[in-house]
């Protein structure tokens, strides 16, 4: 089966700091894309997506930048709390597809 | 009900048995998807439903793995013959279409 994310990086961010979190995707048809938050033992949460015709769009804290020049695809949280700890992973999904192809987790460690 | 319900939460089970992993979607979702995740390590696709449409089972990794899906309700995904290295957390997502994707719980499956 399709598989990525062998290898988890680690951020870490002073409690109240903004946070970034970089995702390379892979397929540039790729028309809708979705950050996704998992605390431990759980399922992924949904947090922001953006399709292609965006570059930017902003939630509750959080910001999602798109470059399709270079297929980049970052997560912006401002004040990053406690309760932001947890393994964040983008999703891409081809255009023409229902299926979501998940990009290599990153743990965002929020230091108190 | 209001999320993607998994069952069971937990199953153990003996190396060679049959096991079967329930997924109820969000109702009125025509997308159900099946991942697994090993332990920390990124979401594998395996299989999607969408609709009435021929599934994609382009993820599923060996003939012993497969999974049904009745109209647009309740999925199950069959392991034959568990083997070790299918211990992992089974995760169910549904969707509608061409929209985010809700993720359920999991089921952590171990095999011994």
């Known amino acids: 089966g399709e598989s990525v994310g062998l290898h988890l990086p680690t951020l870490s961010v002073q409690e109240g700091d903004n946070s970034i979190i970089n995702c390379a995707y892979s397929?540039?048809?790729?028309?809708?894309f979705i950050w996704y938050k998992q605390e431990s033992g759980k399922g992924p949460q949904f947090i922001i997506d953006?399709?292609?015709?965006?570059d930017k769009r902003q939630g509750q804290r959080v910001t999602v930048l798109l470059n399709k020049t270079v297929k980049h695809l970052s997560l912006q949280i401002a004040a990053t709390q406690p309760g932001d700890s947890a393994v964040y992973f983008c999703a891409e999904k081809g255009s023409g597809t229902y299926k979501y192809i998940f990009g290599t987790g990153t743990r965002l460690k929020v230091l108190a | 009900g209001a999320g993607v319900s998994q069952s069971p939460s937990n199953k153990v089970t003996e190396k060679g048995k049959d096991v079967e992993l329930r997924c109820d979607p969000i109702?009125?979702?025509?997308?159900l998807y099946w991942y697994r995740q090993r332990l920390g390590q990124g979401l594998e696709f395996l299989i999607y439903?969408?609709?009435?449409?021929?599934?994609?089972k382009s993820g599923l990794p060996s003939d012993r793995f497969s999974a049904e899906r009745t109209g647009e309700s309740v999925s199950t995904l069959t392991i034959q013959r568990t083997q070790q290295e299918d211990s992992a957390v089974y995760l169910c997502a549904s969707s509608l279409v061409f929209r985010e994707a809700f993720f359920g719980q999991g089921t952590r499956l171990t095999v011994v």
């Open positions: 953006i399709r292609s015709n965006m």
């Open positions: 109702s009125g979702h025509t997308a």
């Open positions: 397929n540039s048809a790729s028309d809708y």
């Open positions: 439903f969408q609709g009435n449409s021929a599934p994609d």
